[in-house]
């Protein structure tokens, strides 16, 4: 069975800019997580998806925002891009069972803001 | 408010012994725990895990403890091997009432090294 696929797997882009990073899941898998990772504040997460529908939220300003699609595939994307937004953009997806919450991540999607 | 730590930033361990790395929780609410270990320039691989209803997972060389009275999970590794050597971290999970949403919160990590 595929991983977890990220792209791009590295993206440059200048302050002010907008940026949009996608994700598809495991085959069966219908929920998306997306975390954010710094030397600073490890990993943060940023949201979940499941069914099309964002069910939970971390505390990021309303620039970070998501979407998933029909098929579970999702993107996120960050507007207007600060010098602080360069991170590693993980992506996760689970099952979704109540016994099972384990998140499987993708290899991540490497942004620099410059 | 940092609400699972990892106290220990790394941890250096001889290969064939044990390896011990620890993490503390504030949340009462969290009710299951993983482990994670990450390789540079890769997502976190999944470990292991527990609920909040054992104090035990095993799997292979894999031990997780977890004292839910004193909010403290470990993870045991034994023996320990050099490719053992990565970056793990511990998460803790809530499930929300509201459609078994679930929220990872991560530690910062314990980079162990595992040395020949």
């Known amino acids: 069975k595929a991983g977890v696929t990220q792209t791009p797997r590295y993206l440059i882009k200048t302050r002010g800019q907008q940026v949009t990073l996608s994700c598809s899941p495991i085959?069966?898998?219908?929920?998306v997580s997306w975390y954010q990772q710094t030397p600073g504040q490890g990993l943060q997460f940023l949201f979940e998806?499941?069914?099309?529908?964002?069910?939970n939220k971390g505390n990021f300003p309303g620039r970070f925002s998501g979407r998933q699609f029909s098929n579970s595939r999702s993107e996120m994307n960050v507007s207007t891009l600060e010098l602080g937004d360069s991170a590693l953009y993980l992506c996760?997806?689970?099952?979704?069972?109540?016994?099972?919450?384990?998140?499987?991540f993708g290899p991540g999607t490497r942004l620099t803001v410059t | 408010d940092q609400q699972v730590k990892q106290n220990s930033p790394s941890l250096s361990v001889q290969e064939g012994r044990i390896s011990i790395l620890n993490c503390d929780y504030t949340?009462?609410?969290?009710?299951?725990f993983l482990w994670y270990k990450k390789y540079p320039a890769e997502g976190p691989t999944f470990l292991i895990s527990?609920?909040?209803?054992?104090d035990k997972n095993e799997d292979g060389r894999f031990t997780v403890f977890l004292n839910k009275s004193a909010k403290h999970l470990s993870l045991h590794i034994v023996p320990s091997q050099p490719g053992d050597s990565a970056v793990y971290f511990c998460?803790?999970?809530?499930?929300?009432?509201?459609?078994?949403?679930?929220?990872?919160?991560f530690g910062k990590g314990t980079k162990l090294t595992v040395n020949p």
């Open positions: 949340n009462s609410m969290f009710d299951y």
């Open positions: 527990i609920s909040s209803i054992k």
């Open positions: 996760a997806s689970s099952l979704v069972d109540r016994e099972w919450y384990e998140q499987y």
């Open positions: 998806y499941f069914s099309e529908t964002q069910r």
């Open positions: 998460a803790a999970s809530e499930i929300s009432t509201q459609g078994g949403s679930e929220k990872l919160v």
């Open positions: 085959s069966g898998h219908r929920s």
